[in-house]
């Protein structure tokens, strides 16, 4: 069964410091995996969409990495802003059994202290 | 403007009653998904469906049922049988696996039940 793991639960930066969150999954034959931003009280935003031949996937100051042999990736904010506070998800899907279904991680909760 | 709604925003429910939440997407997506989230825990799978007129049991499925007649439309019904209903419950769709591997998903803004 797959399972989506994200560390840290919470973490807690000041302004302008550049951060690295999280996440491992169980098998690796993904098709692809999603990172989500959640605002308190809100629906899930798409950020980033790697897809399982990818590395990586860049939007403005976010990359997101993918190591689908290790079960790993990684997303990293550059110049952390106040409004980038947030509850931060991934997502993968696929997985042997798991067509279809998209396998969400507890999530990591970032402050961004101005 | 193309999207996912939810409504109601806002949700009571009392006891031993039936309620349906809605959920529109006008993004032309094959595949919908019903999730539920408590606090402090990740999104857990209620139901999904990949294809009109069929949809499958997520990891707790007990308590809901759905039902998926038009391919813009997926509600939930929580159930007198759903003993912790109150949560918040998020739908998403994308295009259907098998058709295009790029498939991102999109969520509505959820609709917060409490049971009254």
């Known amino acids: 069964k797959q399972e989506v793991t994200q560390i840290p639960a919470a973490l807690s930066v000041p302004e302008g410091e550049n951060l690295v969150l999280n996440c491992s999954f169980t098998d690796s034959a993904i098709y692809n995996l999603q990172w989500f931003r959640q605002d308190p009280g809100k629906g899930l935003t798409s950020l980033l969409l790697?897809?399982?031949?990818?590395r990586e996937q860049t939007s403005g100051r976010l990359n997101a990495s993918l190591d689908k042999s290790s079960g790993r990736s990684t997303l990293y904010i550059a110049a952390s802003q106040p409004g980038d506070s947030a509850t931060y998800l991934c997502a993968v899907r696929g997985g042997s059994g798991n067509t279809g279904k998209l396998i969400f991680g507890q999530g990591t909760t970032l402050q961004v202290k101005p | 403007d193309g999207g996912i709604t939810q409504s109601p925003k806002y949700l009571f429910r009392k006891e031993g009653q039936n309620v349906t939440l809605s959920c529109e997407q006008n993004?032309?997506?094959?595949?919908m998904y019903w999730y539920r989230q408590d606090p402090g825990q990740g999104l857990r799978l209620i139901y999904y469906s990949q294809i009109v007129n069929d949809f499958q049991k997520g990891d707790i499925a007990e308590g809901y049922s759905v039902s998926r007649e038009k391919k813009e439309s997926f509600p939930l019904t929580v159930t007198s049988a759903q003993k912790n209903p109150t949560a918040f419950y998020l739908c998403a769709s994308s295009i259907r696996q098998g058709v295009d591997m790029n498939t991102e998903a999109f969520f509505g803004q959820g609709t917060r039940l409490t049971v009254v």
């Open positions: 790697i897809q399982s031949s990818q």
């Open positions: 993004l032309n997506h094959d595949a």
